[in-house]
Every structure is written in C-alpha cells, then in structure tokens.
C-alpha cells in the first residue's frame, strides 16, 4: 500500500504507543508528537506498555501533564509510557485482538495511532493501517522509526542508533586511554562487547573512536563474519606485540563455523546452564588460554542504551522530527506511512524527513553494506566512515541538578477512565 | 616522620610519575603538577610506566609539551605518562633498586619527586622520602592522592572517586529507565556490578541514583557483607511484586559465608577455568533459577574508571588542586608529605587541602563507616548521602570536537637522553 491520502477527520483523539526495547531518545520522538499534536489542538493519549495498553484499554492523559513535562522528555531515556515486546498476529489468526484495538479505539475516539518501534512495530502498524478497510473502522496508523539497531528500511538510519553509536565510540576511546596507560604491567587485551545480534551496526560505530591500524578499536567482531579464530588471535597477538596493548570490540551477535552464538558455545554458568549475553568473556578467556595476555572485558549492555547523558544531539533531534512528522502526516489524512530520514549530503550532512510506505518497511531488515567491513573483516571502511560520523555529531547533554545528576522528567501518567470490559489476549 | 621542612633546594629538576590503576582525572592532577612547576620556573619530568620509568630511566620532558597540551591533560582520561603496578621491596631487601633511584636521580638533578598514586604509591613515596637521609641524597618526596577506591586514610575523599561515583549513579539511574519501562513484558531484575574488591566505596555511590525504597538502586551488594542468599532473593522478590522491577547493584567483591569471592564461587569459562570479574552473572543466574525471573546484567569495568565525558567537576577541580599542592609542598621543602583534601562543611560543601603526614597514609585502608549501610546491609543511610553527594556535583564535560567525539590530548612525550647503563630490575 502506497501512501494513501483521505480527508482529514474533522475531531478525535490521537493514540501514540512505544514498542519493543527502548533507547536514550525514544521520548524526544513522544516529545515530538505531543507538541505537534498540542499545537493543533489535538488530545494525545499515550498506550500504557506499548500495544498492551490499547488493547487493555489502559490509556493515559498526556493533556494533564505540562509543557514543561513534556519539553523535558527531550531528554529523558527510557520509555515514558511503556514499552513491550509484543506482536499482533495476522487478521485472519486472531480477528479478536484486531476487534478489541477497534473497540478502544471507537469507545475513546481515536482517529489516529501512532506506533513507536522498529520492524516488528512497523509490521503491526501496517496490519492497523488496514483496520480501516477490513473492519468498516475510520483509522489512520501511522508507524514512527525507532530502534538502536539501525535494521529498518527504507530510513538513511534509525532514532536511537546515533546515540548508542556515540556511545561505543566514546567508550572504546575512553577503555583505550586506560588499557594503553596500564599495558606495561597490566591488561594488555581489552574487550568491549556491544549489542548487535544480527547486524553489526553498533561495533562498527566503535570504529569511529579511531583511525589507522595502531589505533583502537584494532579488532571489531561483527555478526556479518564467521568467527575465525585463528585469524583473530593472530591479529591480537600482532597488535599487542607492535602497540603494546589491544582494544576489541565484538558484537554479541558473533558466531562460529557451526552457526552457534560465541556466547553460547562454552561458557557455563553456576547452574550449568548456557550464559547468555557473554561473547566477551569467551574471547577474553581464548586469549588467555592461547597468548597468555592478561585481558579485562566489559559488557555495558543496557547502560549503552540509555546512555541519554552523552547522546548524539543528530540523533535527539531526529527522534524530535520523526514525531513531529508523524503527527502531520496523520493530521494531513495519511496512512500506513512512516516518516524516515533521507540523508541529502554526507559533508556538510543534511537531512530531511519524508513519507514511506509501511509495506516497504514492515519485516524487512537493512543490513550492513558489504563494503562497509574491510578485507581482513575485523574493520571498517572509508565508506561507513562517511555514513557512521555524521550520526554522532553533536551533543545534547541533559540539564544537571545541583545533586550532579541529570534533571531526567518524570511524567504523572494519569489513566483515562476506562469504560469498556476487561479484555483476555 | 612528620612534615619534615628544610629548606628549598636551590635549582633542580622535578620527577612526577603516575602509578596503579588509572582514572578519568589522574591527568588532572599531571596537569596540576606541571602548571604549577612550570609557574614557579622548575622543569617536571614524567617517569614512563610510574616508577619502572624511573628505574629504567625512561624519562619524558613535559617541557617539550605545549602550554595547551598540558592544558588538555585536565579533561583526558588515562594515563598520559603511563602507570604501572609495580611495588617497591623494603630498603632492607632490595637496596638495589633503591641505589639505581638515586642514580637515575642524580644523573637527571631530581630533587623533588612526586608519586601519584594509591596506598601502595603512598608506601613507596615514604620508602623514598627516607633515601635522603639513608643514602645520602638530597630528595624531598611527596605522595599525591590517586585512586577510584576511595580507601586512602586521612584525606576525606580520594581523587578519581567522584568521577567514577558520578557514573555509577548515573549509569544506575538511567538503566533503572530503561528496565521500568521494559518490565512489563521483558527484563524484571537488572544487575550491575561495579568495581571494590575490598572496600563498597563505589558500589555506596550507586544509592545517589534514588531516594525511597520504590527508587532504585533497590538492592546494593557490599564486599562490607557476607551475601546473605535468602535475604537478597526475598528482597528481589519483595521489590519485583511492589515495584514491577528490581534494579541491584553489587561489588564484585562480594563474598559468600565460606569467605569466597561469588564470582569465583559458581561461573566456569570455556575452558574450566573459575570465570573472574564477574558476580552480575552469578547473581543473574541464581535470580533465574530462584524466581524465574528475566534479567539483564551489565559489567562496566574500565568504562567507569576511564568515562572522563561524565566526570564530576568537584573530583576534577580536587585532583588538579592535589597536584598544584604537592608542588607547593615540595618547592617549599617539605617531605614525606601528602596533600589530603580536609572537608570542612557538607552543605554546601566545603573542602581545603592541606599536607598529611605519609606515614600515617602508608599501607593503612580506610573502610566505610559501619553507619553508612543500613540495618538490612541493602542500601545506603542519610550520614552516607551527606559524605557522598557532594562528591559527585557538578559536570565537567570534555570539549567536544565536530566529529561528535571528547578532544583527547595527546602529548608527544619525548624521552630524556638516558646517561646511566641500563638497569636489571
């Protein structure tokens, strides 16, 4: 389905959910669409927990909060409203799911849905965007990019990802300074595992930290590679004997020859368990076993993304534009679109926000480009230099308190009486 | 020995040498150092890799380094000389070493040396500052405070401590973020474990992030206390039905009632090994196999230590003043002293640095005040807000540069012409 223009519904309220794992600006984009929507006079619940909340019919008020509340979102992390893991089934698997969405939507007059998420979300968006004709139910769905995996389609890149691409980055140089200072006795081997399960998007940002072969990160893991471990050692063991020390970043998503996870491959936790969530670990204890160096490794895991205190201030304010433009586009009688970035120049780098077709978005996944890795796979090149640096330029530090932490905002979320039965899903 | 005046030696060069474990504001108190001496005509060299430097002679002449470049040294990260982790044997059982100092410091006209670092530097500092009367060479030594461990007697607080408090609650804070928003559908329990082997300094800091039993951190691990399995499950349990999720924070120094480290009490690497740096996972996996709960842990590591970008400005402004101090000290003919920061109000804060004594610095640890943890061993009491707070006030962002990354320094660190055959050490 293409971008499909109706008339605008003269009233109603507006519905904006967030959904799947949140990032450090994913309430810049809830900050977005609730000042547009506020400036056109339009109410905005907001879903509590994402899609649960619709079809819970627990909705909240976002007209009792105030504008100082929501201009604090901007730089906020984490999800305001609530976020979950949770996918709609097709129409045709579970009409009833479908049939209770209509009948919050209908009982509380909402005339547009906003959906904060990535290609799941994108995918429910769509299945929404069709209520409309399927049902007999005058809906328009509109889905809003956000993920720290920068998988979605169609958009140059996704909210979220610049800022934990600016945190891998900083990190890897910072870990660096440490290790390089330490090497004559200490550490010698250090390694940065970094989300990324199936693209390498966020290793490759560790690039950014430094540029040449003697500086870090000397090794990136990506999930796009089959660990070869032969070839790895040996670059860890040419690296340290040439600058003295090593810095490694491997995404979580790196498997062996057999398809296996690394993190799943060996180690074995207290319960004899496979440990989830450890590639670093393992690398850590083979290079142990095989060079002897002494290592230290970190696994910042959730910290890299809600790290809003040092976000990419590119990546703030496009979480802003893509909320803004959402609201437009469904105060303008779009539907089952999405706004995306589309890059117009690398350097200076500009940017603009246009419609998309949901259907080319919904489940699909944007990978890496080949020629972003280098030959040896254990780098990046000038090419995703030249797509990568703009994401992480700028800062948007948060307002500090005098007690020298961020002044993050904290929403009253008052729910909006219900009024039809509970719901079993 | 007390301070112990003489008077100024007349000309001469200054020896600064970093040691043990680095900080984000280790260079803060390097750069201290050289615009003091610099202000008062004296040339500072930089031992290479802390007092292995000195003992192989490889000096650095921080004269070569631009106004600016040691300017930058107070928003680096690392170390900028190198540090070591290297202790000196007493005088009687390598006197050696000892001899080969006075050499290397009488080949270079060293007569004042200042060692930046923690109680082992404060150690070697004092073993040194009694050369001059047991070798006959005139050297006046000063310790300067170094560590993120906060465990030096005397001083009131420890330069690096601040920064790395300031990024535990921080990092607490906005993780808390992401896992309430989450918890509905995903992450219940979420651990992270911080550095403090011996002392729960840092792990103490993490309280700041919340007031109230609702506010995380819900749950803090000290090295203070045996871990106490069934107190620690009912209270993830307890936090979990109250608040929807449990945000713990644990020192990798807790220890089980038989006296063991629970990192190396359960986890096994890849190749049978006891798994180190690691009680998250441990914990992680009993709250799995307990309460069935999911969970997401985290290990910073070196990003603590080295996250210069999210520094509090009070740990910046006193590890700078440490360093101008000790000059003063030294250019004045005092020895075997410390400059310690002395608190004289808590709100507002107040602190002034005065000379300690360093044999009562020397080989002592200070603990955490038993009244800073309360009665249940899970959190922080108000006596240890008013010590901690202040610690962590005010920010003290690094410049950035157009490329979205901190502007580093880097000196050149050109080596002093050795004059002395090598030495055996």
Redesign the interface.
């Known amino acids: 389905m293409s971008p499909n223009r109706r008339p605008p519904a003269p009233t109603g309220n507006l519905l904006y959910a967030?959904s799947g794992?949140?990032t450090?600006v994913i309430n810049a984009t809830a900050a977005g669409v609730i000042e547009a929507a506020r400036g056109q006079g339009v109410k905005v619940y907001a879903a509590r927990?994402g899609i649960?909340g619709a079809l819970r019919e627990e909705l909240i008020d976002t007209s009792k909060e105030s504008a100082a509340a929501i201009s604090a979102l901007r730089h906020?992390?984490?999800?305001?409203?609530?976020?979950?893991?949770?996918k709609l089934k097709s129409l045709e698997d579970n009409r009833a799911e479908y049939a209770r969405l209509i009948d919050v939507f209908s009982a509380h007059d909402i005339r547009w849905f906003l959906y904060n998420g990535g290609n799941d979300s994108a995918d429910t968006a769509l299945k929404i965007s069709q209520l409309g004709e399927a049902m007999g139910y005058d809906i328009r769905c509109i889905g809003v990019p956000k993920t720290v995996d920068n998988d979605l389609a169609v958009t140059d890149c996704c909210p979220g990802f610049g800022s934990v691409a600016?945190y891998t980055?900083?990190?890897t140089?910072?870990?660096s300074?440490?290790?390089?200072?330490?090497a004559?006795?200490?550490?010698k081997v250090?390694i940065?595992e970094v989300m990324g399960r199936h693209a390498g998007w966020i290793a490759a940002a560790a690039g950014?930290?430094g540029e040449g072969e003697d500086e870090p990160p000397h090794i990136i893991l990506f999930p796009e590679n089959t660990f070869d471990e032969a070839a790895f050692l040996a670059k860890v063991k040419a690296t340290v004997e040439r600058v003295g020390w090593c810095t490694v970043v491997a995404s979580e998503g790196v498997r062996n020859a057999a398809g296996q996870f690394l993190a799943e491959?060996?180690?074995?936790?207290?319960?004899g368990?496979a440990?989830l969530?450890?590639v670093a670990?393992?690398l850590?204890?083979?290079v142990k076993?095989k060079l002897g160096y002494k290592y230290?490794?970190?696994?910042?895991?959730?910290?890299q993304?809600?790290?809003?205190?040092?976000a990419?201030k590119?990546d703030a304010n496009q979480a802003y534009a893509v909320g803004k433009a959402a609201v437009e586009y469904a105060l303008a009688g779009m539907n089952a679109v999405m706004p995306v970035i589309t890059r117009t120049s690398d350097a200076p780098y500009r940017w603009k926000i246009e419609p998309a077709a949901l259907d080319q978005i919904a489940n699909r996944e944007k990978k890496m480009p080949a020629d972003f890795l280098t030959l040896d796979g254990f780098g990046i090149t000038a090419a995703a230099r030249r797509y990568l640096?703009p994401l992480?330029?700028?800062?948007a530090?948060p307002p500090?308190g005098?007690?020298?932490?961020?002044k993050?905002g904290r929403l009253k979320n008052t729910a909006v009486a219900k009024k039809l039965p509970a719901f079993k899903h």
Chains 1, 2 share one sequence.
């Not at 491959?265 to 319960?271: H, L, S």
């Not at 992480?392 to 800062?395: P, R, V």
């Not at 005098?402 to 961020?406: A, D």
């Open positions: 967030q794992g949140v450090a927990n649960l906020t992390p984490g999800g305001a409203f609530g976020s979950c893991r949770y600016k980055a900083i990190s140089l910072e870990a300074l440490d290790v390089a200072s330490m004559e006795t200490s550490t250090f940065l950014l930290a491959a060996g180690t074995r936790d207290a319960f368990h440990q969530g450890g670990p393992v850590a204890a083979l076993e230290h490794w970190a696994l910042p895991d959730y910290l993304r809600s790290a809003r205190n040092m990419s590119t640096a992480i330029q700028g800062e530090h500090h005098r007690n020298g932490l961020p993050y």
